[in-house]
């Protein structure tokens, strides 16, 4: 379990809908979400077939939106 960790961050290129590491990003998501604060992070253009399910944020270092606290899982 998490213990007192309120925000995770599942960092991952998310730009293969059949990848393995995709889908074990997207089952932690599954998974993590009724517990915790857990967001999608992708430095990458996500596929449209996984930005159409789930909530994917893209990192951009230029205009400083990327995960800045919390608990950073990278799959």
């Not at 960790?5 to 960092?11: P, R, S």
């Not at 730009?15 to 074990?24: A, F």
């Not at 992070?41 to 944020?57: A, G």
């Amino acid at each position: 379990m998490l213990g007192s960790t309120k925000q995770v961050h599942l960092i991952n290129p998310l730009w293969n809908p059949v990848g393995g590491s995709e889908w074990r990003t997207l089952t932690l998501f599954d998974e993590l979400r009724d517990s915790c604060s857990v967001t999608l992070w992708s430095e990458h253009e996500p596929d449209p077939e996984i930005t159409q399910r789930y909530p994917v944020k893209r990192i951009d270092p230029e205009h400083s939106r990327f995960p800045k606290s919390g608990t950073f899982v990278f799959v």
